[in-house]
């Protein structure tokens, strides 16, 4: 069979090819490597499975959540645990951004935040920039209601599908 | 200087500094480029405006609006023309072009869009390289000619998580600029077609010409896709092959190794890892640190 380092570095040469499906079969052992979204998956089916798995050199593609119609529970109950955090957990949607790219919360840096958290949006307001390759994003709400939490920094990379803000809808 | 008046150049005298054209003989109309158009779509509905804050701010106002793809907003002047990040971007009348141009596209998530930048930094170096132009493109897309600047592109997206809704691309470059119109912080690092050639523009010319190359490149990236014009990018590519300085959150060392699939810029780092780098400063004075 293979060894890690082998299939290591067929993960590499795929990864920078158009191949998007591999298949390596040997003496029972077989090998499937696919690429899927950017990302490099490696199964490795043996009697003796040993778990090779990598992700390479690629960007992170997270599902992208757009709603969330509850708060997940044990965030509450974490939050809830902390004296001094009370509104500010209580949340219905979630700004994710649209692409990969640097995340600012103001149109220049001289410039005044769109948005802070107790802030309350519309569908149309411009609640951050994501910018990349020199495309600048302008990011609106989508939703009508508050700003409860701002979960990234100013000049933060952000990943396609990552949450950036926070709202309670009114 | 004489023969220059002759063609209907004004031309004002400026004590201990030499001569400043005031008025070119082909100035921008948008009769002129009207008449000169020969795109299928891009520039048709045509605004000209006199002076304006900044050709994006209308085109915003009038992708609001709902005005259609292929809308070019030009003006003769900017008074607050901006470059990244509000940066300004010097915008005289005559002496340059500004315009910007309101795309629609179908089919296209928003995560690609930013590739539609490194599309509009293609179609202007070949508009230059047809004029015998050494030009490059500084990743994603500023122009470059003799390691000096000449034109910008500032891209703004309006967009929901699976759709575009509409996308403002505005260019600026240097036209009829002679050094002593370019601001003296950036006289060193700046250039214009005249400073390169050393022949007075047709700014309608350029336009139309311009406008054309970008109407082809943008079809040749919604028809085919990005490949064909990653092709043509890398073929322009600014200081491949060596080392610059990119500024995350730390400033590191990296080599320019070219661009990948999706557009990110392409660098190893000083043990020969790969990374692709889709929004960072990117220090190119690579010279100063080897």
Same mark, same amino acid.
């Given at each position: ?21 591999? &298949? !390596? ?29 990598? &992700? ?9 959540? =757009? ?68 495309? !600048? ?34 | ?9 004004? $031309? ?19 009769? &002129? ?14 605004? !000209? ?94 122009? !470059? ?19 575009? =809704? ?53 079809? $040749? ?18 200081? $491949?092959?060596?080392?610059? =300085?990119?500024? &995350? ?42």
């Amino acid at each position: 069979m293979l060894k890690v380092q082998e299939v290591r570095e067929l993960i590499k040469l795929i990864d920078e090819s158009s191949i998007s499906d591999f &298949t !390596f079969e040997s003496n029972g052992t077989k090998v499937t490597l696919k690429k899927e979204q950017g990302e490099v998956v490696s199964v490795n089916k043996t009697s003796n499975p040993q778990p090779v798995k990598e &992700t390479v050199e690629t960007t992170p593609v997270k599902a992208a959540v =757009q709603t969330q119609a509850e708060p997940k529970e044990e965030v509450k109950e974490e939050k809830a645990a902390e004296p001094a955090a009370t509104e500010s957990t209580d949340y219905d949607y979630e700004i994710v951004s649209p692409m990969v790219g640097t995340f600012y919360e103001s149109p220049s840096p001289d410039d005044d935040p769109y948005v802070k958290v107790g802030d309350s949006v519309d569908n149309n307001s411009v609640v951050c920039i994501v910018e990349a390759m020199k495309l !600048f994003n302008e990011i609106e709400a989508e939703v009508k209601g508050e700003i409860v939490e701002m979960l990234v920094e100013n000049g933060e990379l952000v990943e396609y599908g990552q949450p950036l803000f926070r709202v309670k809808k009114k | 200087m004489n023969n220059l008046k002759k063609e209907g150049y004004v $031309i004002e005298a400026v004590t201990n500094k030499g001569y400043r054209i005031i008025k070119a003989p082909d100035d921008l109309s948008a009769s &002129t480029v009207q008449w000169d158009l020969h795109t299928n779509w891009l520039g048709q509905h045509l605004v !000209f405006k006199e002076t304006v804050k900044s050709t994006q701010l209308v085109g915003h106002e009038l992708a609001r609006e709902n005005a259609d793809h292929g809308t070019v907003i030009v003006a003769r002047e900017q008074t607050e023309g901006r470059g990244r990040m509000s940066r300004y971007w010097d915008s005289k009348d005559g002496l340059g072009l500004w315009f910007s141009s309101i795309f629609r596209p179908e089919y296209l998530e928003p995560k690609r869009a930013s590739q539609l930048t490194l599309v509009a930094a293609v179609a202007i170096a070949d508009y230059l390289s047809k004029r015998d132009l050494d030009v490059k493109i500084k990743w994603p897309n500023d122009i !470059f000619i003799n390691g000096k600047k000449l034109a910008g592109i500032l891209t703004e997206m309006q967009a929901e998580q699976d759709a575009v =809704q509409y996308i403002v691309l505005g260019i600026g470059m240097n036209v009829n600029h002679q050094h002593d119109d370019l601001h003296e912080t950036v006289q060193h690092k700046a250039t214009s077609i005249y400073l390169e050639t050393n022949e007075i523009q047709n700014l309608n010319q350029v336009l139309t010409e311009i406008l054309k190359e970008l109407e082809n490149k943008y079809e $040749i990236f919604m028809g085919v896709g990005f490949p064909v014009i990653k092709e043509m990018w890398e073929a322009y590519a600014y200081k $491949i092959g060596e080392w610059i =300085q990119v500024k &995350t959150k730390d400033i590191w060392d990296a080599k320019v190794v070219g661009i990948h699939d999706d557009g990110a810029l392409k660098v190893i780092d000083h043990l020969g890892k790969q990374h692709h780098l889709y929004s960072a400063e990117i220090l190119w004075k690579g010279e100063e640190i080897e």
